[in-house]
């Protein structure tokens, strides 16, 4: 069964204070994995997709990197307005079309 | 602009009345899809559509019907059969290959 596990649950930082999120996920071939950020009580705005092991993709102060089996989300010198939800979802080849499996996120807060 | 708009943003409905949710896309996608989001819980798929008059049951599609009439539009009724209704639907919209989901801004549903 397709499944995905980001953690941490929550992570607080500092502004400043650079972390990254982890993605752990077992899918019967990946078709993508993809990322999101969601603000309370809106919804998820996409941020990245990654095709294969290996990968990179950058935006601003975000870098997601992808391997067989997890992927992570760097953040560099977060500011206050980086705080959300982010969200890890993927895409495999042997579901219904086009599905996404989620993760439940990690809710970041950036402390000035 | 393009995008997905999703009314109402609030809905409030007493137990055992159906009640329709409204999605709109002008992003010219093809398919499109509707989520459910729970606290602690990743987002579910409920229907989705991949081409006008077709759409397929996700994971969690008892108690909720659909239609695609139209290829901009998409509702969502979340009828009496539903054990548990009160939730925060999402409507998501993709091009043919689906590898990136849009999506819509979020109904917060609540059935007392």
């Known amino acids: 069964e397709d499944q995905v596990t980001q953690s941490p649950e929550a992570l607080r930082l500092q502004e400043g204070e650079s972390s990254s999120l982890n993605c752990s996920y077992t899918?019967?071939?990946?078709?993508?994995l993809f990322w999101y950020r969601q603000d309370p009580g809106k919804g998820p705005e996409f941020l990245f997709t990654?095709?294969?092991a290996g990968e990179e993709k950058e935006k601003e102060r975000l870098k997601a990197t992808l391997t067989k089996k997890e992927s992570f989300l760097h953040i560099t010198a977060p500011k206050p307005e980086d705080s959300a939800t982010y969200l890890c979802a993927v895409q495999g080849y042997g579901g219904a079309t086009n599905k996404l499996i989620f993760g439940t996120g990690t809710l970041l807060a950036v402390q000035p | 602009d393009g995008g997905i708009t999703q009314s109402p943003k609030y809905l409030f409905r007493k137990e055992g009345q159906n009640v329709t949710l409204s999605c709109e896309q002008n992003l010219n996608h093809d398919a499109m899809y509707w989520y459910r989001q729970d606290p602690g819980q990743g987002l579910r798929l409920i229907y989705y559509?991949?081409?006008?008059?077709?759409?397929q049951k996700g994971d969690i599609a008892e108690g909720y019907s659909v239609s695609r009439e139209k290829k901009e539009s998409f509702p969502l009724t979340v009828t009496s059969a539903q054990k548990n209704p009160t939730a925060f639907y999402l409507c998501?919209?993709?091009?043919?290959?689906?590898?990136?989901?849009?999506f819509g801004p979020g109904t917060r549903l609540t059935v007392t």
């Open positions: 559509s991949q081409i006008v008059n077709d759409f």
């Open positions: 899918v019967s071939g990946l078709r993508g």
């Open positions: 998501a919209s993709s091009t043919p290959n689906g590898y990136e989901q849009y």
């Open positions: 990654l095709y294969s």
